[in-house]
T-cell receptor, first 114, second 114 residues
């Protein structure tokens, strides 16, 4: 069975500093990896995905994520955090094409301090 | 920006009653989904729907649950004979045919069973 782990419930970072939100996964086949963000009173918004190709994936709002097969990780990064990036971030995985179900991590709350 | 809308935002129902959660997916999307998140737990996949039929469902989606697309715009989740453990935030999502990996989520309906 596929699974996703987000080891940090909360990440605090100062505005302007780089941020990393961690995610590790476990799947039986090749992983299809996603990051979603949830702002207060809003639905989950798609940020970026890794299907195949370059290990560094660029997404919305200046976010990027690095796929590391040997470490089974897909950490979300941004070079310079903004206060407006404060939100709940979810990592998700799908283990094969054609399958629609996403398995989500427990979420990490990012708090960017001014 | 187009978005998935869900109604109501909060529903309280008595145990044993039937509830219908409503969703209006983005108009040109063809894949529809329901997920749920029990308080303090992970977002869990319930069901996906395409071409007027269920394409995938999880173990959670038993005979108590059903989905329907009654017209060209709505997508509903019916829960028959609700139980206390059905209390959760229910998210509807949709995705288009070409970039079907990128699901757009609604803001959720909080269901409270008392």
């Amino acid at each position: 069975a596929q699974s996703v782990a987000q080891p940090e419930d909360q990440v605090n970072v100062a505005e302007g500093n780089p941020l990393t939100v961690k995610c590790t996964y476990s799947v039986s086949g090749n992983p299809y990896l996603f990051w979603y963000v949830q702002y207060p009173n809003r639905g989950l918004q798609f940020l970026l995905k890794y299907i195949t190709g370059d290990n560094l994936v660029k997404g919305s709002y200046g976010f990027e994520a690095e796929f590391n097969k040997s470490q089974t990780s897909f950490h979300l990064k941004k070079p310079s955090a903004l206060v407006s990036d404060s939100a709940l971030y979810f990592c998700a995985v799908r283990d094969r094409p054609g399958r629609r179900a996403l398995t989500f991590g427990s979420g990490t709350r990012l708090q960017v301090q001014p | 920006e187009p978005e998935v809308t869900q109604t109501p935002s909060h529903q309280v129902t008595q145990m044993g009653q039937e509830v219908i959660l409503r969703c209006v997916p983005i108009s040109n999307h063809l894949y529809f989904y329901w997920y749920r998140q029990i308080l303090g737990q992970k977002v869990e996949f319930l069901v996906s729907f395409y071409n007027n039929e269920i394409s995938e469902k999880s173990e959670i989606f038993d005979d108590q649950f059903s989905v329907e697309r009654p017209d060209g715009s709505n997508f509903t989740l019916k829960i028959r004979s609700t139980k206390l453990e059905d209390s959760a935030m229910y998210f509807c999502a949709s995705s288009e045919l070409v970039r079907s990996d990128e699901a757009f989520f609604g803001q959720g309906t909080r269901l409270t069973v008392v």
